[in-house]
C-alpha cells in the first residue's frame, strides 16, 4: 500500500527565507504525487502536482517540488517565505496509481512563517 | 461559479443518532471522494465513487454509508457503529484524467 511521510509536524522560517518541506512517499507503483495547502477551517487546495514527465513541477503562489525517484522524494520550495504562506501543508500520493482511486496523505506539516 | 459545497458547516449531534453530511458538485466531475480529517493525523479516505451508482471502500469505511443516485451528489452518513465520530469531513471531486481533486469547504462534526 502507498503511504506518505513527512517530516516535521511544525517548520518555523524567517519572512523572507528559504521554505522546505519534506515528503516522502512508498509507492508500489508509478507514484502520482501532490502538494496541497490548507488554511484554517477551510478545505484543501491544490498546490502542484507530478504525474509524469518533468520533475520538477511548479505551482500556484511562488512554490515548486521536485520528483526524485532514487530518494522517493517529493519535496515542497518556495524561494522566499511570505506571511501569507503560514498554514498546513499535505503531501499526497494516488493510492493505486490511478486517478481516481484517491489519495493517501502525510500528517501534515504545519508552516509558521516569523516576522 | 462552479465548485463543491457541503452542508452544513457544523453539525452536532447526540451519540446513537444517525447524521447525513451533504457533497453538491458543479464541475461535471464524475468522481467523488469523502475524507476524514482529524488533528495530526492528515486524511483519511472513508468512501469514494468513480460514477453514478457504484462506490467503493476506501481505508476508514467501518460506521460509514454513501450513497450517488446523482453524478452531482454524494451523500454521507455517519452511522451510530461509528466509534468516534467526532471530526472534520471533507468532500473531493475529481476527472481521473488530471488525477488532481478539487475539495470542498468541510463539515465539522460533533458528537456529544
Known amino acids: 500500500a502507498q503511504s506518505v511521510t513527512q517530516l516535521g509536524s511544525h517548520v518555523s522560517v524567517s519572512e523572507g527565507a528559504l521554505v522546505l518541506l519534506r515528503c516522502n512517499y512508498s509507492s508500489s507503483v508509478p507514484p502520482y504525487l501532490f502538494w496541497y495547502v490548507q488554511y484554517p477551517n477551510q478545505g484543501l487546495q491544490l498546490l502542484l502536482k507530478?504525474?509524469?514527465?518533468?520533475?520538477l513541477v511548479k505551482g500556484i503562489n511562488g512554490f515548486e517540488a521536485e520528483f526524485k525517484k532514487s530518494e522517493t522524494s517529493f519535496h515542497l520550495t518556495k524561494p522566499s517565505a511570505h506571511m501569507s504562506d503560514a498554514a498546513e501543508y499535505f503531501c499526497a500520493v494516488s493510492r493505486f496509481g490511478g486517478g481516481a482511486d484517491g489519495l493517501t496523505f502525510g500528517k501534515g506539516t504545519h508552516l509558521i512563517i516569523q516576522p | 461559479d462552479g465548485g463543491i459545497t457541503q452542508s452544513p458547516k457544523y453539525l452536532f449531534r447526540k451519540e446513537g443518532q444517525n447524521v447525513t453530511l451533504s457533497c453538491e458538485q458543479n464541475?461535471?466531475?464524475?468522481?467523488m471522494y469523502w475524507y476524514r480529517q482529524d488533528p495530526g493525523q492528515g486524511l483519511r479516505l472513508i468512501y469514494y465513487?468513480?460514477?453514478?451508482?457504484?462506490?467503493q471502500k476506501g481505508d476508514i469505511a467501518e460506521g460509514y454509508s454513501v450513497s450517488r443516485e446523482k453524478k452531482e451528489s454524494f451523500p454521507l452518513t455517519v452511522t451510530s457503529a461509528q466509534k468516534n465520530p467526532t471530526a472534520f469531513y471533507l468532500c473531493a471531486s475529481g476527472t481521473g484524467q488530471t488525477y488532481e481533486q478539487y475539495f470542498g469547504p468541510g463539515t465539522r462534526l460533533t458528537v456529544t
Open positions: 507530478y504525474t509524469t514527465g518533468a520533475t
Open positions: 465513487s468513480q460514477i453514478v451508482n457504484d462506490f
Open positions: 464541475l461535471n466531475h464524475d468522481a
